[in-house]
């Protein structure tokens, strides 16, 4: 007969805590990512080393600069492992190497083509005023990449700008999304 102690529950709960713990890890290592943000479809992806071109979900570590600095301190994006202690950022690419891109509050461009929603916000949800980013009409280089959410109140280039390639960490893929 089995004999049942009185700390079999807390057994039984460090046992699913670990399983867990052990199952997420394992996952983070074969490149699956949870996207919680609506700047891209929440769900769940798949991060590849794949070179990523447009139309492309990306994962990024945002570079060392003020307007991360107050986007972190604001919650537009979380703390991480990534230099300035900032969380990793997924985006679309919409913008690649030889596109003429221009940014301005009122719109963003490519190639003469203003982006659906992308005018930029005076002041966020909290009324809290907004970066002003502006970038004349430029032709990207190499490793220049123009990404963007695909919600209009996004935190992306309209406000942080150009992103280099070496802070791209891969393209990601949707395994399973849902609506925001």
């Given at each position: ?52 071109v447009k139309g492309d979900y990306v994962m990024f570590c945002p ?81 220049q990449f123009l990404l963007m959410g695909e919600n209009p109140i ?27």
């Open positions: 007969m089995l004999e049942v102690t009185a700390g079999w529950k807390t057994k039984v709960l460090f046992l699913f805590i670990g399983i867990f713990f052990l199952v997420s890890g394992l996952a983070y290592i074969i490149g699956i990512r949870i996207n919680n943000t609506a700047s891209i479809p929440l769900g769940i992806y798949r991060l590849t080393e794949e070179k990523p570079p060392k600069r003020p307007v991360f600095d107050m986007a972190l301190k604001r919650g537009y994006i979380d703390a991480g492992f990534c230099s300035g202690q900032y969380g990793h950022i997924m985006k679309r690419v919409l913008g690649v190497a030889g596109d003429h891109i221009t940014v301005t509050p009122k719109a963003v461009t490519v190639n003469g083509h203003p982006i659906a929603n992308s005018a930029q916000m005076a002041v966020d949800l909290g009324n809290s005023p907004m970066p002003v980013y502006q970038q004349p009409d430029i032709t990207l280089g190499s490793d996004s935190f992306d280039a309209r406000y942080f700008g150009l992103i280099n390639r070496s802070q791209i960490n891969g393209v990601i893929h949707p395994l399973f999304t849902w609506k925001n």
